[in-house]
């Protein structure tokens, strides 16, 4: 398993682990639901900016 695999792994994890969360109730008052929420949407924009970052270096290194 590479570190990229292991970065991805450990966002992934975290994630199912708020929305597992969500789903059994942790979230007792709107303000609760509403972090957790941002937290979940917070990931996965880390995710896609790491993708997007990591293949353009990796095209950008193909290209010289």
């Not at 900016?49 to 290209?63: A, C, F, G």
Request: glycine share 4%; aromatic share 10%; charged share 35%.
């Amino acid at each position: 398993m590479t570190l990229w695999d292991d970065i991805l792994k450990k966002f992934q994890e975290k994630q199912e682990e708020i929305k597992n969360s969500l789903a059994n109730g942790a979230a007792s008052e709107y303000h609760e639901y509403r972090q957790m929420v941002g937290q979940i949407t917070a990931i996965e924009w880390c995710t896609d900016t790491l993708k997007d970052v990591v293949n353009k270096r990796i095209y950008e290194e193909e290209q010289e």
